[in-house]
């Protein structure tokens, strides 16, 4: 809203020129989130509290620790996350952008989601939620309808593209594929993170560091010269992607200050949903489908330990790990959570190292 406002008074008044940098918004959308976190964060927190006397059901099969430690924990700071994000795009991203609101869509979308999931499992007191076939119908259509849209607005010749990282100027014209592909990563990132929001502050931190990480590649591929520069593709407008990552890592900064243990408040699926598709959302923008699978190894690697799990008990009655995801793995084997949280950050960060160095390393 600043941009479309101020941007067009520049040559009158040489402040506003500030507004045309990507780099300038961005830290602007980043400050604003965090801002309104930390101003709005506690009166949030107390309110959820009063409606939420029982705090999120905990699941009686998970480790035994989190029956004392989580319990009357309030749920739904997701939402806490979501207003930070919007207020901070829609303040400093540029509203003419449609890749802007197509991720906002999703973005909301699966908020909604996940405020659904929430709310049933605070008032009816399990840890069930929606069942699983309609929270995956209602992802799978959002998501389709996200993807139809980014397909319109980009380019004719790059809309069913995958681009392979680490291999120079390697396209794949997937044709009518690539919409089932990119619903498959908007709707596997949103639940891989899910699956990774399992201990205070375990979820919040990756997905910071995977948003700051496709921030940078936003900017690279909205940009002509560098993405000619590192034979990457481009894409026109994906550039404004950047703001809103920049929001997303502001509100996960200002919610980690409450999330951190022992947490004040769980983002919920309410945040896990929408902060997944969002980066899945991203990574189809800016044609970084495979990166965001190197990115986001570490949600990648919690989903398939579940996956793994589920099929073995199914296949041979024996489980692979004490407890899927992981995290709860380590756990059962004794490791304590700030020991488990603070080692997966480390991973993560590694991981984004590794996937932002495809941009280079062709």
């Not at 506690?42 to 999120?56: D, H, K, W, Y």
Request: charged content about 10%; hydrophobic content about 55%; overall charge positive.
């Amino acid at each position: 809203m600043l941009y479309n406002l101020f941007f067009p008074l520049a040559d009158e008044f040489a402040l506003f020129n500030l507004f045309r940098y990507l780099t300038f918004r961005t830290g602007g959308a980043l400050m604003t989130a965090l801002f309104l976190s930390f101003l709005f964060g506690p009166a949030f927190i107390r309110m959820l509290r009063r409606n939420q006397p029982g705090g999120q059901p905990i699941r009686l099969d998970g480790p035994e620790s989190h029956i004392i430690t989580k319990a009357g924990t309030p749920t739904m700071g997701g939402f806490m996350i979501l207003f930070g994000i919007m207020s901070g795009t829609l303040l400093w991203a540029d509203l003419s952008n449609r890749y802007v609101w197509a991720v906002l869509m999703v973005t909301i979308g699966f908020g909604l989601v996940g405020f659904a999931d929430d709310y049933l499992k605070v008032t009816k007191r399990n840890s069930r939620g929606v069942p699983g076939k309609i929270k995956l119908g209602c992802e799978i259509l959002i998501a389709g309808i996200a993807v139809l849209w980014i397909n319109e607005i980009a380019a004719p010749a790059h809309a069913d593209m995958l681009a392979i990282p680490f291999l120079k100027n390697v396209l794949i014209d997937l044709g009518w594929l690539f919409l089932p592909m990119a619903v498959f990563v908007i709707v596997g990132a949103c639940n891989a993170v899910n699956l990774t929001d399992g201990l205070d502050g375990l979820a919040i931190m990756p997905v910071m560091i995977a948003a700051a990480s496709f921030s940078f590649i936003a900017y690279l591929v909205g940009h002509a010269v560098y993405a000619n520069y590192l034979q990457i593709l481009p894409v026109p407008g994906a550039g404004e992607l950047a703001v809103f990552g920049g929001a997303i890592v502001g509100a996960g900064l200002g919610f980690l200050w409450f999330n951190a243990p022992p947490a004040m408040v769980m983002m919920g699926d309410t945040g896990s949903l929408s902060l997944g598709g969002a980066l899945g959302a991203i990574a189809v923008v800016t044609k970084h489908e495979i990166v965001l699978a190197i990115i986001g190894g570490l949600f990648v690697l919690e989903a398939v330990s579940v996956i793994v799990q589920v099929a073995s008990f199914k296949m041979t009655g024996k489980r692979v790990f004490a407890m899927a995801p992981t995290h709860h793995h380590f756990e059962k084997r004794g490791w304590a959570e700030p020991t488990i949280v603070i080692r997966f950050w480390i991973i993560a960060l590694v991981l984004a190292m590794i996937g932002l160095s495809s941009l280079k390393l062709r």
